[in-house]
């Protein structure tokens, strides 16, 4: 059906690609591409060639009035990041949202993202989790923002560059306190691990100094001990409609 179609591909190890998504791939009139060069590697290995057009922020602006005419032309339209989910911490939502206002087909083709496949390595709750995606780079902001979700009880989900990793443990120790955390490395690759534990501990952690690879860490819920006025202003009423 003509559309635009929002695919994900692996996220490291090539198998991890759904067979639907093959069949769009190799289906589409275009394939745009956050990068034309690493998706290509993709298509060689499924012995698929297609068009492939860039497709990323610095283009957005310019390619999105003409892609929307092809998509009304009926073609379609396929999207892919250089890993994993397009639109989760990769490009594509303003062409996502541009098609959706037009009243255009829009179809997701699920399959790896970081955040879950971590999620699910990591041992924390599961039950509510947020995506928070990358911290701020710069010290200040990045405290502020985790100072601004130390008060969400659920698992955070963080995406960070190697880089930076030592750095973002360091204040997550430091604004979320000893709660359960995990560094998820290298998911579906060769080199593949994740270390539990407290924050603080994985803050001294010598592996995370200077790790290589791509990272994602979690941070778990931690203890309800911090519970807010508003929560004991209802237990207060709710134990006195229990008085006699
Ligand atoms: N769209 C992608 C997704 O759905 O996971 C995420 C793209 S974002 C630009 C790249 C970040 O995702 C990396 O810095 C890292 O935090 C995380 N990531 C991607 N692949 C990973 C992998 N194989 N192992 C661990 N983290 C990964």
Redesign the pocket.
């Known amino acids: 059906a003509p559309g635009l179609y929002l695919v994900?591909t692996p996220?490291?190890n090539l198998r991890d690609i759904t067979l639907r998504a093959l069949d769009v791939l190799a289906g589409c009139d275009v394939l745009l591409a956050e990068d034309t060069r690493v998706s290509g590697k993709l298509l060689a290995a499924y012995a698929i060639s297609k068009r492939l057009q860039r497709y990323d922020e610095h283009v957005a602006d310019r390619e999105t009035p003409r892609i929307l005419e092809r998509l009304e032309a009926g073609e379609r339209i396929a999207l892919v990041?250089?890993?994993?989910?397009?639109?989760?911490?990769?490009p594509g939502l303003r062409l996502a949202q541009a098609a959706i206002a037009a009243g255009l087909p829009v179809f997701p083709i699920p399959g790896?993202?970081?955040?879950l496949?971590?999620l699910t390595l990591a041992g924390l709750p599961t039950d509510r989790f947020l995506f928070a995606g990358?911290p701020p780079t710069k010290t200040a902001a990045r405290r502020t923002f985790f100072e601004e979700l130390a008060n969400v009880r659920a698992t955070l989900i963080f995406?960070?560059?190697a880089s930076r990793v030592a750095d973002s443990l360091a204040d997550m120790a430091a604004v979320f306190g000893p709660r359960p955390g995990a560094v998820?490395?290298?998911?579906?690759?060769l080199y593949?691990t994740c270390v539990r534990g407290p924050l603080d501990e994985l803050a001294a952690d010598p592996r995370f100094e200077a790790p290589k690879?791509?990272?994602?860490i979690l941070v778990g819920p931690g203890e309800d001990e911090i519970a807010s006025a508003a929560d004991a202003e209802t237990a207060l009423r709710e134990a006195m409609t229990r008085l006699p």
Do not use: N
């Open positions: 994900a996220i490291g990041s250089d890993a994993g989910t397009p639109m989760v911490s990769d790896a993202s970081a955040a496949a971590a990358f995406y960070e560059g998820a490395r290298e998911l579906t690759k593949e690879g791509e990272i994602v």
